[in-house]
């Protein structure tokens, strides 16, 4: 049997039911963090003092006045702003509030007595407890404010929240009526600087206008230099002249570039000239006539001569005016030529002339602009204290209003048994759930069937339920021998070669099921009428005897040391077809006794005398005999308990056994709970449910020791193919 190949990564995820495997294999632990969380917050949630709470909802507004502020047009926009109403959160939470707050309600001798303090505490030790109580929060999508209090007390939790909510309109009225007069102040003293620093530049102006003689009309209209509208149109002219010279020479260039033919049709179009129209609409009758009186008449005719002389005439006449024609553009080219050079040299002398003027006067222009900029910042000023003070005499609109006042509550709202109860719950549930996946990701033992194949590249032959006994006890009808028949059928189709009859079984580490396992195996060899010989090759912890009930006082090793024949050590079962060869008592001189010659020797003698020699052996991990038997013998079987060891240990098993040359058949999985994991029901649950409901009608009819099973091997053989 070839090892399955490692599946993708999209068929190694996990499927529904691997959660649910995990679930239902946690649920200890699931349950018992459910339980804990939802007691404890049971406990606490009964333990917790009641509380009220009372709510005064205030609507804030920015400082605005009733009618429209001077110099503007519109009324301004109370547009909702998130970031004001989030700022005045803050605001009705600071310490400028909430110390008037404890003041005028005398809140330091209320948490005193409530704290049992000795003597009166302070307001700043007052403040952080009347913080806690307060939830300050926005009515959806309004401006409108709500100040929430809880306290034990009802009626004091109204009485504060009433009071939060004056202290605060009180706060915001006396800041905005102080700043309105403040501003007006401090406008009012920089106009005055402002006057001074204008009369200044005026003086420094008037000195700089008549030391350089500048002609300026107003003192602050244009100096009288080159008239920018001179050169404006000098730079228009020079503008057209670019545009008249690029058509004409364009136009030149292109027309002295045709044929002659080509030249005559392209002319009239390009450069439209009367004369020459004229010229070509006679040149196209004569030829007209030429050519309808041609044949007629004959070439020597009087009126033929005449034509052809006239068509030589008016060809000659036609070159020559497109020559003119080519002529004039060429001219009108040139023309437009020195014009541009006149203009640009226009352009050129006229702002020479106004760039020297306006060096010479460049200090009074720089202090005219400077009396200009004064002149702007003191009317500037000027305008805003008389807006400020208007403003301030116009109506103030509300920016504060109490909606609804705080009443005390009816019931108390704190603790929130339901609430707390339902959160209880479900965070126990998530902390159950979480904290089981996460001890399951933890956990790198074995799990399931594609766990093993794709950690340890070998099929898996049998899967082994829990609490198995000794099938040669419990009979050939027992629902866990179907198990054991199934990893015979699959043993008997993996084995390579049909002559090998010699097989041990090993394990990682101690406690995997390999004893159980090899004497149930053999058992069930045996009772489908093979000659079995079971040999207990665990030396050092010998346990097949007790499950025979028999004396391991002499077996394998008196054997090997040629102490006793092998006749002599060798026991019958129960069963007539099961031969057993206990281990015997080891000297601690010949703890090497398996790696002799002797052993082998003796395997190839039982392999000759019985059908099938099974071998029992330590763990492989930590003894050298079971990688001696995996190097003797013809096969070998990795057995491993469910999640018992991390899946290294098996893995390393697996090459210990490769390394010494042995043949690995493939892997047992032991010790699997069917009824709590559903996973693997499908491999050996069915068969529970198969023969309790086939106990009463059929029996496994037996004879000279034989049990018929064809059923069980078919059975069997299907599970293995399917790996």
Request: neutral net charge; charged residues 25%.
């Amino acid at each position: 049997m070839e090892a399955p190949k490692t599946p993708n990564t999209s068929e190694a995820k996990l499927h529904f039911l691997d959660y649910w495997r995990i679930i239902r294999i946690r649920k200890t632990v699931i349950l018992a963090v459910f339980l804990l969380v939802v007691l404890t917050t049971t406990a606490v949630t009964f333990i917790l003092p009641e509380s009220f709470s009372s709510t005064v909802r205030i609507e804030v507004n920015k400082d605005t006045t009733d009618i429209a502020p001077l110099l503007l047009g519109v009324p301004t926009q109370n547009t909702f702003d998130p970031y004001f109403i989030q700022t005045e959160f803050e605001k009705i939470k600071s310490k400028t509030v909430l110390y008037q707050v404890i003041t005028n309600l005398a809140l330091t001798n209320v948490f005193s007595k409530r704290l049992n303090t000795e003597g009166t505490l302070k307001a700043s030790e007052v403040y952080p407890f009347l913080l806690r109580q307060i939830d300050v929060r926005q009515s959806r999508n309004t401006s409108l404010i709500e100040i929430r209090v809880y306290d034990e007390d009802k009626l004091l939790a109204s009485t504060i929240a009433n009071e939060i909510a004056d202290v605060y309109r009180q706060t915001r009225e006396e800041r905005s009526g102080r700043a309105s007069s403040e501003s007006i102040k401090t406008l009012r003293t920089q106009l005055d600087l402002q006057k001074e620093a204008l009369m200044e530049a005026q003086k420094a102006m008037d000195e700089k206008r008549i030391k350089l003689g500048v002609a300026d009309i107003d003192a602050g209209g244009g100096l009288l230099t080159v008239e920018p509208e001179t050169v404006r149109m000098i730079e228009r002219d020079r503008i057209a002249a670019k545009s008249m010279f690029a058509q004409f020479d364009t136009l030149f260039k292109k027309l002295r570039a045709l044929p002659k033919q080509e030249l005559r049709r392209a002319t009239p179009t390009a450069s439209p000239d009367p004369q020459l129209s004229e010229l070509l609409s006679n040149l196209a009758k004569t030829e007209i006539e030429y050519a309808a009186v041609v044949n007629e008449l004959g070439p020597g005719h009087s009126r033929i001569v005449s034509l052809s002389t006239m068509m030589t005439n008016l060809n000659e006449q036609i070159d020559a005016r497109c020559e003119g024609v080519l002529k004039g553009l060429e001219t009108q080219a040139e023309v437009q030529a020195a014009r541009i050079a006149v203009l640009d040299q226009a352009e050129k002398d006229a702002r020479q002339k106004d760039a020297t003027q306006m060096e010479k006067y460049r200090p009074y222009f720089q202090a005219k602009r400077d009396v200009e900029t004064q002149q702007r910042i003191y009317e500037t000023i000027k305008l805003r204290i008389l807006q400020e003070t208007v403003d301030a005499a116009l109506p103030k609109k509300s920016i504060v209003q109490v909606i609804d006042r705080a009443e005390a509550g009816v019931r108390p709202v704190r603790p929130n048994i339901p609430l707390n109860i339902s959160l209880g719950v479900i965070v126990g549930l998530l902390m159950g759930f979480g904290l089981a996946f996460f001890i399951e990701y933890l956990d790198t033992s074995v799990k399931t069937i594609d766990d093993v194949e794709r950690a340890v590249q070998a099929p898996v032959l049998g899967v082994i339920p829990q609490n198995v006994g000794a099938l040669i006890e419990e009979g050939p009808e027992s629902p866990h021998a179907e198990a054991y028949r199934v990893l015979r059928t699959n043993i008997l189709f993996a084995r390579k070669d049909a002559n090998w009859n010699c097989l041990t079984v090993v394990s990682g580490g101690a406690g995997e099921g390999k004893s159980t396992t090899i004497f149930n195996l053999a058992t069930v060899f045996a009772q489908n009428g093979q000659r079995v010989l079971m040999v207990d090759s665990d030396l050092r912890r010998p346990s097949l005897h007790k499950l025979l009930n028999v004396t391991n006082s002499a077996g394998l090793t008196n054997f090997l040391l040629k102490q006793v024949g092998l006749e002599e050590v060798i026991q019958t079962t129960s069963l007539p077809t099961l031969h057993f060869l206990p281990s015997g008592k080891l000297p601690s001189s010949s703890l090497g006794v398996l790696n002799s010659p002797q052993m082998k020797e003796f395997i190839q003698a039982v392999k000759a005398r019985y059908d099938f020699v099974f071998f029992d052996s330590p763990p492989i991990m930590g003894v050298s005999d079971a990688s001696i038997l995996a190097s003797v013998v013809d096969m070998s079987l990795l057995v491993i308990q469910y999640r018992k060891y991390p899946q290294a240990m098996t893995i390393r098993a697996k090459q210990m056994v490769e390394k010494v040359g042995g043949n690995l058949l493939g892997v047992v999985l032991n010790n699997i709970n069917i009824s709590q994991d559903s996973y693997y029901y499908y491999y050996s649950g069915y068969y529970y449910d198969y023969y309790s409901k086939h106990d009463d009608s059929e029996s496994s009819p037996k004879k000279n020791g034989e049990a018929k099973t064809p059923a069980a091997d078919r059975g069997g053989l299907e599970i293995k193919q399917k790996y």
